[in-house]
């Protein structure tokens, strides 16, 4: 079992950077883990993913803005956001799965953390 706990949401400036921070309780070190999100009235989206072997996928919209990073020492999922936009403004959660997996689809996902809220004003 895994238990995921994100942190470092908060409302911030268009331009302006966050980091997210997700603590993971439980074996994740050959897991796959990602930064997923949902704005109101959408589907929730893939963000970033690292995989087990340390590959990192990005979606398009967050391409050269966004970097996910895994401290393995400290069991904690980093998502560095830096040039944010107010289409960022979403809950951001933290997810993982066993495994080697590179995609961004949140349904291969299996365990989820609470999310954290991110507000970007123009």
């Known amino acids: 079992q895994v238990q995921l706990v994100e942190s470092g949401g908060g409302s911030v400036q268009a331009g302006g950077s966050l980091r997210l921070s997700c603590a993971a309780f439980g074996y994740t070190y050959s897991y796959s883990m990602g930064w997923f999100r949902q704005a109101p009235g959408n589907e929730r989206e893939g963000v970033a993913v690292?995989?087990?072997?340390?590959?990192?996928t990005y979606a398009d919209s967050v391409k050269g803005r966004f970097s996910i990073s895994k401290d393995n020492a400290k069991n904690t999922l980093y998502l560095q956001m830096n040039s944010l936009k107010p289409e960022d403004t979403a809950m951001y959660y933290c997810?993982?799965?066993?495994?080697?997996?590179?995609?961004?689809?949140?349904?291969?996902?299996?365990?989820w953390g609470q999310g954290t809220q991110v507000t970007v004003s123009s």
């Open positions: 997810a993982a799965r066993p495994g080697l997996f590179y995609g961004l689809a949140p349904s291969y996902f299996v365990y």
């Open positions: 690292i995989a087990s072997d340390g590959r990192t």
